[in-house]
Structures are given as C-alpha cells and as structure tokens.
C-alpha cells in the first residue's frame, strides 16, 4: 500500500471552475455547497427524506430510514413506480415532446424518441409482458445491445412490477444462463444480433443452446435489428415486434412498495460465483435523480452521452434511470468507439451537439493513444462537462481529458461509486469545488464515507486505509439475492462493531478531505473499467478438463488499468501430450472467453510445476501479485508450505 500513498501524493495541481461554468451553476460557491453538506452529514436520514419529495410518490411515505443491521429499509410505507417517474411524470409539461432518446446505430442510423413517444412504446412492452403472463415479483432478464430497446425493456418491468435482470451482450452463453438461472427468471428479451466493429454479431443465435438449460424460462422475445438468420424455437421464442403490435399503448403504472425490488444485477466478488445485487424502488430512485442532477449540474437542454452499456450499472443509473428522471435527452450509441475511426466519439459529439460526456478512463487512455489528431479533428464546443468512472483514473490520463477534449473550459467529474451503492457516492460537485487530477474529491452530502485503518479508526492525513461509508444511503444494495449471509458477511462482516459498510476499496484522504483510491484491497479486479473476480476467473480455467489449478492476479497495464496474468498447472496426463504449449495458452485463453466472455481473457498465462500455498493450502494470490508487478517476492513468506515452488516461478519468469 505505502507505494501507491507515496506516488499519488505528488498530485497538488489544483483546477478552478470558469467564471462562466459557475454563473449557470446549480451550486455556485464552496459556501453554498458547505451549507447543505454540513447540514446533510448531520442528519442525513433528514437530508434524503427532504430529497425525496422532488420524486412522485403515489402514496407518500412516511417512515424514513429503518435500520437494523444489517437489513436496511427506506421510505417503506411509501408507494412509487420508477417508470412514472422516468415518463409520466414529464407528460404534461414542456416535456412531452422533448427527446427522450437520440440513438445512433453504428452504420449510422438514427433514431429519436420524445417522452410521449417512449412512454406509449414503454406500455406497450409492458402490456406484452403482461400478456405473457409476467406478473408483479417476476424478474425478466435482459440480454440486449445497445439499443432504445433496452431502455425501453427496463422501464417495462419496472411499470408492471417485474424486477429487471440485464446481462451484458458481451458475457457468454454459459454466463448468461448461469445468472438466469439463479435470478429464476421468466422471461428474456434478447435480439438477433448488433452491429460491432462494421459487421452484425449474433446474440440470441450465439446463446440458443443453453436456453434450454434455464428451467424457470417460459418465452424468449427476440427484437430484430440486423435481419440475421436467427434459430426460432416453437412454444418458446416469439419476435418482439409480433408481441408488441397489436397492444394498447396505455398501461397502467402499478403502485410498489418502496422496498420492491427494482432490478437484480450480478457482478463480481471474491469467490467464484458472481454475486445477484438487488436493488430496490424508493431509496435508489432519489439518490439517482438527485445526484444525476448535482454531480453533472444537469440543464434542461443539456445533451448527455454516456458510454456505459445497459448491461453494467452506469447504464442502469446513468443511462436510464437518472437522466431520465430528470427529463434530460440521453444520447445512446450502438457500436464500437472505434468505428469505423478511433475519432467516432467525436465525431457524434459534434454532429450532435453533445454537452456532457461521461465515460471509462481506459477509455480516455485509448483515446490518448490514438492521437490528438483524432479529436482535434471535430468541434467539440458543445461540451460544457466531463465525467469519468469505473476506476481510478491517472493524472495523465486526467490531464488529457481536461486539455484535449474538455479545452480547458469543462470540469471533470470523477465519480466513485459501485454495482452495490446504486448510485454516486464521491465526486465532486462541480460550480463549487476545486478539482485536483486522480481524485473523486468529497462524499456527497448525506454520504458519510471515510478512510479507517483496520480497527475501524479513522486515519490521519494521507494515511492509506479502506474505505468505509458510516450511514445507509438510500440506494444502497438491500441483499445479495438468493445469499443474505453473503450479504452480511461481504459488506458487513468487516466492521461489524462500528456497524459499517466496507467498501472493498483502499483509500486515503488528504489535507483537504479529498479521498483517493487506491484499488481494491479483496480479490476483485478492474479490468478495462469492468469488475471482475479473479476466483471466477479461476473457476473458468479449472473447468478446462486439462488443468488442475489455477491462480489468477492482476499486474498493471497502460491501456486497461491491469491486465491478468493466470498460473496455471496441468493435469499430469495433459502435460504429456500437449505438443505446442503456446497453442494450449491461446487454447485456453478462448475457453476463458467462452465461459465468461471476452473482457475475462487474461492477457497472459504461464504454465507451473506448482503454486505457492500456506501451511493450510491457500493459494498465496499476494505472492503471485508482487511477482507479476515487481518481478520479485519481498513480503513474509512464513507461511508458504514450499520455497521451491517460488524458486521455480521465477526461473520461468527469467526465460
Ligand atoms: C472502482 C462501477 C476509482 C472501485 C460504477 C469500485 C473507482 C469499483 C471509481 C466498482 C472512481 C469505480 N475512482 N475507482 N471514480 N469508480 N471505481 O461495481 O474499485 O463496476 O469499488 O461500479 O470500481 O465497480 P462497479
């Protein structure tokens, strides 16, 4: 830990806002901003209970916060739909007709939805699920690209109480039925294929097969969009367009508890089993709106792109529910940034006059390495904002954004948060604070996150810690679907005197208060801004008949932020007749991909006689870490079981 303190800390470089950003800015001054902060962290149940009457509530709440650890409720008396309040709600305003949606396929198509429009398409969806026979508590899963289609699906479910579990279009096959399978869901409202790198990839055709193995699964409604030959499967699957067709556009919006789950997204963790994050109505809907609204300092005729895809939970929060919520245009884009040039981006920024863009910073050091020329290429003065999530974002990286895309006249806005906090928890608040590059800067108000060393104290001035967060926030995860030990256990089961929320990220806070993290101190790692588990990994690899085991760690990478390096040994009888170990790598690299999907193929794997393991046979991942990162081993090795394993590592590393 003491390294990354160390070189972070050379970071002093302070950024004001313009004068200009400041004059149309929704909190104009530090003064203004410590008003409603120091009010908020004082009683932040108060705090979120006043932010929630900006939403609609069909009957109003009156209970606020109950909390008994660790089980957490918010406004629960309370009855709301997130479709209404995403639609409905900006029907009989100046509104109705505004663009809810513009969408740019990647060839090049557009297409625009205002609210009416998205509303009627919206209760037409949901009046086929009905007809399907979904029902309030039912969860639909999500298998889509990048399409107004998926908004439009997860605004369904949410108007009839079916509880939305989206997969990303990029996971497998084995994937996407192994989270169907433990959400127990009904329906799946997947499509033929999306338009990737110039050419039409298949989605229903590619996980056709294991449909079959999701007993809970009823009916599969394809949406067309490329026009690929697509296999049909009688009394199963249905097209999209034949179930929507002939339904009424009107559709009643139902009145849910607040506590109703909204959706269930699973992501990674320490152990090989992805975990089901559930969220619920009330709580999460607050915190989205108010924080889309503050931390982007939204404006009526603002244009916003984010680059998320619908299947991680940016997308979710940031894509449909925040923006939406506040009657924003969301800017939505089908394909590859890197089609058909690295400038695509750009160049929809400036056709479309895009104001404020919000994305990875893998992403931004992909740009950086492709050139200025690309974006300097287009007009990019619409841009009055940047934002920045996913993972830590390098003073580089930062300073590039702010220069060449930002030109000096948008803040930046980086902003932490996690699949299990719902929505943003630190970043700055940008007509009021100074913005120094690498850090998210401060909590929001009524987000009592701070740094504590093991005891659960808070530690001093750039002390490296872990990242705690105090109080419930409103759109916290409720449990782990399936798994409330888990829940207790991940979250909760590492401070559990002072009752906290462990993070799973190291941090420190500097003179100013402002929190930089330092990465995940579990074993869960970021990956081109995609979390994912190294144990999941490893499963993967030892699903492969011919190896035994199976160690995965990440070393830092230039591009994606770390890379994964796997030790793998083999099955005695697989060694011997293996003729091409370089083919059995890249062999197993593709398992890899197909067991999980592209983003979880390590970039490098290394074949072992043996891996380092305590006297109780854990596997010591910290050894392998410090190996791939610094070359060599120095941390306490009392506990390794055999020396020469770690001999016999490093002589290969040599080779
Ligand atoms: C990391 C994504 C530094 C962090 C919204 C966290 C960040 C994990 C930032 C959650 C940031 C996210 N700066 N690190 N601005 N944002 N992270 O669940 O390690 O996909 O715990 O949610 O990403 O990833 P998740």
């Not at 409603?36 to 705090?47: G, Q, S």
């Not at 506040?326 to 929809?348: C, I, K, Q």
């Not at 060449?404 to 929505?423: L, Y």
């Not at 002390?463 to 705690?468: K, P, S």
Request: aromatic share 10%; net charge positive.
């Amino acid at each position: 830990m003491s390294d990354s303190i160390s070189s972070l800390s050379k970071e002093n470089r302070k950024f004001h806002p313009s004068k200009e950003f400041v004059k149309n800015a929704n909190i104009k001054s530090v003064a203004a901003y410590k008003k409603i902060k120091n009010k908020a962290d004082k009683n932040p149940t108060l705090f979120w209970a006043q932010v929630a009457k900006d939403l609609h509530w069909q009957i109003p709440f009156k209970k606020t916060l109950e909390w008994k650890f660790p089980v957490v409720k918010w406004f629960s008396d309370g009855k709301i739909n997130a479709a209404e309040n995403t639609l409905d709600v900006h029907l009989n305003t100046n509104r109705r007709n505004k663009a809810a949606l513009i969408w740019e396929g990647e060839p090049g198509d557009v297409r625009t939805l205002t609210y009416l429009q998205l509303a009627l398409e919206v209760n037409k969806l949901a009046n086929g699920l009905k007809s399907l026979g979904v029902k309030k508590g039912d969860v639909v899963g999500i298998y889509l690209g990048m399409v107004p289609e998926a908004v439009i699906a997860m605004l369904a479910c949410a108007r009839i109480g079916a509880t939305h579990n989206v997969v990303f279009g990029g996971f497998s096959g084995e994937a996407l039925r192994d989270r169907l399978n433990d959400s127990r869901a009904k329906v799946l409202l997947t499509q033929d294929g999306a338009f990737r790198r110039g050419s039409p990839s298949s989605l229903k055709g590619a996980v056709n097969k294991v449909l079959n193995h999701v007993q809970t699964l009823k009916t599969v409604v394809v949406l067309k969009r490329t026009g690929q030959e697509t296999p049909m499967q009688a009394n199963r699957d249905i097209w999209w367009h034949d179930l929507v067709n002939e339904q009424s556009n009107e559709c009643k919006a139902e009145a849910l508890e607040s506590e109703h789950p909204l959706f269930i997204l699973y992501t990674s963790g320490s152990t090989g089993k992805p975990k089901g994050i559930l969220h619920t109505t009330g709580g999460y809907l607050v915190q989205t709106k108010y924080t889309m609204k503050e931390v982007f300092d939204l404006k009526e005729n603002d244009i916003y792109f984010c680059t998320a895809d619908i299947g991680w939970v940016t997308g979710h929060s940031y894509v449909t529910y925040g923006p939406l919520m506040n009657g924003s245009t969301v800017f939505l884009y089908e394909g590859a940034p890197t089609h058909p040039g690295p400038d695509r981006f750009w160049s929809m920024v400036a056709k479309h006059r895009i104001s404020i863009f919000y994305t990875a910073p893998t992403a931004i050091r992909s740009f950086m390495r492709s050139g200025d020329e690309f974006p300097n290429k287009h007009d990019l003065s619409s841009l009055r904002l940047l934002g920045s999530v996913g993972e830590p974002i390098n003073p580089e990286a930062w300073m590039w954004y702010y220069n060449v895309i930002g030109k000096k006249r948008c803040p930046i806005v980086d902003t932490w948060w996690q699949t299990e906090t719902g929505s943003i928890m630190i970043a700055p608040i940008p007509g009021a604070l100074f913005l120094k590059p690498g850090t998210a800067t401060l909590p929001l108000p009524g987000i009592l996150a701070d740094v504590v060393n093991k005891d659960g104290k808070p530690c001093k001035a750039n002390e490296g810690g872990l990242l705690v967060v105090k109080h419930p926030w409103p759109s916290m995860l409720r449990t782990i679907f399936g798994d409330h030990e888990r829940y207790a256990h991940t979250y909760f089961g590492e401070f559990k005197k002072q009752k906290y929320y462990f993070t799973g990220d190291g941090a420190r806070k500097d003179k100013d208060g402002y929190i930089w993290i330092m990465g995940r101190v579990d074993d869960v790692v970021n990956i081109s801004g995609h979390r994912l588990g190294t144990a999941e990994v490893e499963s993967a690899l030892v699903s492969n008949p011919l190896v035994a085991e199976a160690a995965v760690v990440a070393r830092p990478d230039e591009i994606k932020g770390s890379a994964l390096v796997a030790f793998v040994t083999l099955k005695a009888h697989a060694k011997e007749n293996i003729q091409d170990f370089e083919e059995m790598k890249e062999i197993l690299k593709k398992w890899v991909a197909k067991e999980i999907g592209p983003i979880a193929k390590p970039d490098e794997i290394r074949f072992t006689d043996a891996l380092p393991k305590t006297r109780s046979g854990k596997i010591m991942r910290r050894l392998l870490r410090e190996m791939v990162t610094t070359g060599k081993t120095s941390g306490d090795t009392s506990t390794l079981e055999d020396f020469s394993v770690l001999e016999k590592l490093r002589a290969n590393d040599e080779e």
